[in-house]
């Protein structure tokens, strides 16, 4: 089981940065995907960046040209580098870990971090 510990979210204001860190518990050799996804108030968790175990890199539309995602393969952390902030990104974000295993992919959850812009 992958475990995740997310850090770095806190109080920013429109169009400053911040980056997100997650820490995971093995390599990422053994990870096909590492995802950042949000979850705002009211809202469904929606994916915004991920990297492939090759480094492949995809941004969800809204987030495109501001947020990036990077990984650091030795201390198995990947970062989510967000700038150009606005109040519509403000949201909890969670960090994902896709497996694919011998019962197929399995997805694992970190707790979550808050991420408030304010206007």
């Known amino acids: 089981q992958v475990q995740l510990v997310e850090s770095g979210g806190g109080l920013v204001q429109a169009g400053g940065s911040l980056t997100l860190s997650c820490a995971a518990s093995?390599?990422?050799?053994?990870?096909?995907?590492m995802n950042w996804y949000r979850q705002a108030p009211g809202s469904r968790r929606e994916l915004v960046a991920s990297?492939?175990?090759?480094?492949?890199?995809d941004y969800a539309d809204s987030v495109k040209d501001r947020f990036f995602i990077s990984r650091d393969d030795a201390k198995n952390t990947v970062f989510l580098q967000m700038n150009s902030l606005e109040a519509e990104d403000t949201a909890v974000y969670y960090c994902?870990?896709?497996?694919?295993?011998?019962?197929?992919?399995?997805?694992?959850w970190g707790q979550g971090t808050a991420v408030t812009v304010s206007s």
């Open positions: 994902n870990a896709r497996r694919l295993e011998s019962s197929g992919y399995l997805d694992y």
């Open positions: 990297i492939s175990r090759v480094g492949t890199t």
């Open positions: 093995e390599s990422f050799l053994s990870i096909n995907t």
